[in-house]
């Protein structure tokens, strides 16, 4: 598939770099998101330095795609992942975080979704994405609803956190049909 590079009007979608390594250690060891993102304890540099050495691998063949959501000086301000990738039945789920309070909800997270979405779908010939949101996420629940996803299950209980579980619903995008 060779390296991912998808140019935005505000940013970039890019691989991961060796330079990315202090980026990568501050947000996987942000314990505010780990509830999110399914972390439960912390990454070292070694492992991470790992991670990014291996991180070219085809989504083929690790089943994922992560990539740095970066301003136009490539200074990189989230990640974006398709997890789960599954070839033979076109799916793959989605999901994102933008490290700073500051960045989010300035449409940094709607231009990522939508340039990885035209990708998956356009290049990777997905049939749909989904997204597993909690339910109290209500920035993130109105930013998928506003790009086309649609509530399509709820996961009762499904995230363990400190204050006890969470339900987790699911969120499904079916690729426009352009035949």
């Known amino acids: ?14 691989a991961l ?21 399914g972390t439960t304890k912390p990454y070292s540099k070694k492992v991470l330095n790992f991670y990014l050495e291996n991180s070219h ?7 994922q795609l992560r990539l740095c959501i970066c301003d136009k000086t490539s200074k990189c301000m989230g990640l974006i992942d398709l997890f789960d990738f599954d070839p033979k039945n076109a799916r793959a789920g989605l ?15 709607a231009e ?3 340039l990885l979405c035209d990708y998956a779908f356009s290049t990777l010939h997905l049939h749909q994405i989904y997204a597993n949101i909690l339910e109290d996420n209500v920035p993130s629940i ?17 995230i363990r956190t400190r204050e006890g579980f969470k339900n987790e619903i699911m969120f499904q995008k079916i690729a426009p049909h352009v035949h």
């Open 57 to 63: 691998r085809d989504i083929y063949e690790v089943k």
């Open 112 to 114: 990522a979704i939508a």
């Open 17 to 37: 770099e060796p330079a990315d390594l202090d980026f990568l250690y501050q947000l996987e060891n942000d314990t505010s998101i780990w509830e999110i993102s």
């Open 142 to 158: 109105n930013l998928f609803t506003k790009l086309g996803f649609e509530t399509v299950g709820i996961k009762r209980e499904w």
């Open 95 to 109: 999901g994102i975080v933008i490290a700073k309070q500051e960045n989010r909800n300035q449409g940094i997270g």
């Open 1 to 14: 598939m060779g390296t991912v590079n998808l140019q935005g009007e505000a940013i970039c979608l890019r």
